[in-house]
Every structure is written in structure tokens, then in C-alpha cells.
Nanobody
Framework: QYHFVESGGGLVQPGASLRLSCTASGFTLENFAVGWFRQVPGKERERVSCISSSDGSTYYADFVKGRFTISRDNAKNMVYLQMNGLQPEDTAVYYC????????????????WGKGTLVTVSS
């Protein structure tokens, strides 16, 4: 099955920054929207951000607006999530997944999930 490979996570202090990378494996990224999600063990998965395939339109959850920026480089078959001003509540495993063409107004319909990269924010 087609999937993503996430990387860039790590252990940082509050206020620090990280840049996560999402690389498509087995398919070309050009015609797909890509979403970033996160999940803490025992809690529900949250949609963090999304970027469309055609016009670059973006979505951000309220809890990351002004701090996180999603971008894509189709030539490299990659999507990025720049995370600034990280807080302890951002600690989670971060995943990326694909949706056809455009970001939906909900969190369903995503496919080709990666295995995630762990972000830990602690003082």
C-alpha cells in the first residue's frame, strides 16, 4: 500500500521549534492533499493542518494557528510542518496522510498513513 514516512520529531523545551517532514512512498504527491494529524496515547486523534494539491489552500486547527506552518515541495515529493512556539500540550505522535485533491471540511477520507514521528515538549 502507498504510504508516507514522517521524520523530524524529537525532544525540545517549551518555546522551541521543530520542522517535520513527510515523504510520499510509492506514489507522486502532486495530485493529493496532505494532512498532518497528532495523537496522544489514550486520547482521540486530532487534525492539525492540511494543504491542498492544486491551489495550495491550507487549513489549521485553532490550537496551532499562528504557530505552525504547512508547506509542500512536489518536486521532492514532500510536505513539511514548521512548528514554532511548541508547548507541552503539543507532545504527541505526528502523522501525515493523503486525501484526493482538496482538504475536506472534516477529518475523514484520508489514506496512506505513515507510522508517525514523536514530538516531546518538556522542560
Amino acid at each position: 500500500q502507498y504510504h508516507f514516512v514522517e521524520s523530524g520529531g524529537g525532544l525540545v523545551q517549551p518555546g522551541a521549534s521543530l520542522r517535520l517532514s513527510c515523504t510520499a512512498s510509492g506514489f507522486t504527491l502532486e495530485n493529493f492533499a496532505v494532512g498532518w494529524f497528532r495523537q496522544v496515547p489514550g486520547k482521540e486523534r486530532e487534525r492539525v493542518s492540511c494543504i491542498s494539491s492544486s491551489d495550495g489552500s491550507t487549513y489549521y486547527a485553532d490550537f496551532v494557528k499562528g504557530r505552525f506552518t504547512i508547506s509542500r515541495d512536489n518536486a521532492k515529493n514532500m510536505v513539511y510542518l514548521q512548528m514554532n512556539g511548541l508547548q507541552p500540550e503539543d507532545t504527541a505522535v505526528y502523522y501525515c496522510a493523503a486525501h484526493n485533491l482538496y482538504c475536506p471540511p472534516h477529518s475523514t477520507g484520508f489514506d496512506s498513513w505513515g507510522k508517525g514521528t514523536l514530538v516531546t515538549v518538556s522542560s
